[in-house]
């Protein structure tokens, strides 16, 4: 099954929230939104906490259609994993797979776990 969005900046915000949906639950990471007012480019800054809860670290993954210019640590990139729906000849939205989509917040996740677990 696929997920229709009206552009990659709405495709890209639903995979930050997705992402904070799923790691707000952790005790070690407190989790924000951030977006580009230039392109589609959505953050999810991430904070590590130490058992106290104090700041240790902190960790950036972004959801773009192009290289990062400002220093994320992972940039998940979406312009391969969609395809653009038209109608008639003109564009009308993107879609992706269910797999891709899943398959992003996976890689997103494990690159979180990993930086946390070299940090800990």
């Known amino acids: 099954m696929a997920k229709r969005f009206e552009n990659l900046p709405e495709?890209?915000?639903?995979?930050?929230?997705?992402?904070?949906?799923?790691?707000?639950?952790?005790?070690?990471?407190?989790?924000?939104?951030?977006?580009s007012n230039q392109s589609c480019s959505r953050y999810v800054n991430i904070d590590i906490l130490d058992e106290d809860?104090?700041?240790?670290?902190?960790?950036?993954?972004?959801?773009s259609d192009h290289d990062d210019r400002h220093?994320?640590?992972?940039?998940?990139?979406?312009?391969?994993?969609?395809?653009?729906?038209e109608?008639?000849?003109?564009?009308?939205?993107?879609?992706?797979?269910?797999?891709a989509y899943e398959a992003a917040l996976v890689e997103a996740i494990s690159a979180v776990d990993s930086f946390v677990a070299e940090n800990a």
């Open 53 to 63: 809860g104090d700041y240790v670290e902190e960790f950036k993954v972004r959801f």
């Open 71 to 85: 220093g994320s640590d992972i940039t998940i990139r979406i312009d391969h994993l969609v395809s653009d729906i």
């Open 11 to 35: 495709l890209s915000a639903d995979l930050a929230f997705a992402l904070i949906e799923r790691l707000s639950a952790r005790d070690d990471l407190s989790v924000q939104f951030g977006a």
């Open 87 to 99: 109608e008639g000849s003109e564009f009308a939205a993107v879609e992706i797979g269910a797999e």
